[in-house]
Each structure stands twice: as structure tokens, then as C-alpha cells.
């Protein structure tokens, strides 16, 4: 179950260069983030395609920093391919209200459940 005030925008094609998938994120994605951050929700989480770990810095700076700009509002990404998984991680961050600014990569390989969050 995901709560209501939780938007996701789901990202599903960048660039396979660090530099170039950071540069059109930026441009194509970002406004729109703010956006939902200023006018529509109380918490988004960012759904990127897998990436190899040259986009890591850039993924973590983009919602560490969108985080501690648009407090109290929620900001998280996640990075996945397997639907399971990542309605998994939807459903966990929906039950996290203290969990914000951060970046989970998701095994995309059958990791199994999401640790399961009192609610």
C-alpha cells in the first residue's frame, strides 16, 4: 500500500554516460520534481532505470540535495528494472516517514522482500 500523498515519477530511459544521463535528468526531469515538491505532494520518490556506479555521485547529490532543499517534504530515488521490486521499495518509503534524501539501488536479481515496516 502506498500512502496518497506520495508521488512518483517514474524516469524510464537515460543516457548510459554519467555525464550525459546527468545532464538530461537535470534538464528534462528536475523541473518537474520541483515542481511536485513546491505545489502537489508531501513526498516523491524518483524511479531511475539501473545505472552502472559511475552514476552513483550525481543520482546522490540530485535527492540528497533536493532533500534538505525542499524539507519537510520527502525526496527519495530509487534505481530498479524488476516491477516487484520496486513497488516493494514504494510500499516500504510509503511506511518511512523518516527515511528521506536518499538513494536505494535495487538488486534487480530476485532480492526478495523489503524489510517489512511496522505500520
Known amino acids: 500500500m502506498v500512502e496518497a500523498d506520495q508521488a512518483v515519477l517514474q524516469i524510464d530511459?537515460?543516457?548510459?554516460?554519467?555525464?550525459?544521463?546527468?545532464?538530461?535528468?537535470?534538464?528534462e526531469?528536475?523541473?518537474?520534481?520541483?515542481r511536485?515538491?513546491?505545489?502537489?505532494?508531501r513526498a516523491l520518490v524518483l524511479v531511475l532505470p539501473p545505472a552502472t556506479y559511475?552514476?552513483?555521485?550525481?543520482?546522490?547529490?540530485v535527492v540528497r540535495d533536493l532533500a534538505r532543499e525542499h524539507a519537510p517534504q520527502r525526496?527519495?530515488?530509487i534505481a530498479g528494472q524488476s516491477d516487484a521490486e520496486i513497488a516493494a521499495a514504494?510500499?516500504?518509503l510509503a511506511k518511512a516517514p523518516g527515511v528521506t534524501g536518499q538513494y536505494l539501488v535495487l538488486a534487480c536479481t530476485g532480492a526478495g522482500h523489503v524489510a517489512?515496516?511496522?505500520g
Do not use: K, Q, T
Not at 13 to 27: D, K, M, Q, T, W
Open 75 to 77: 525526496i527519495n530515488m
Open 90 to 92: 514504494l510500499d516500504y
Open 29 to 34: 526531469w528536475l523541473p518537474g520534481a520541483v
Open 36 to 41: 511536485r515538491l513546491r505545489e502537489e505532494c
Open 116 to 118: 517489512d515496516v511496522p
Open 54 to 61: 559511475e552514476h552513483n555521485d550525481w543520482r546522490r547529490a
Open 13 to 27: 530511459r537515460l543516457p548510459a554516460g554519467a555525464v550525459s544521463a546527468a545532464a538530461e535528468f537535470h534538464a
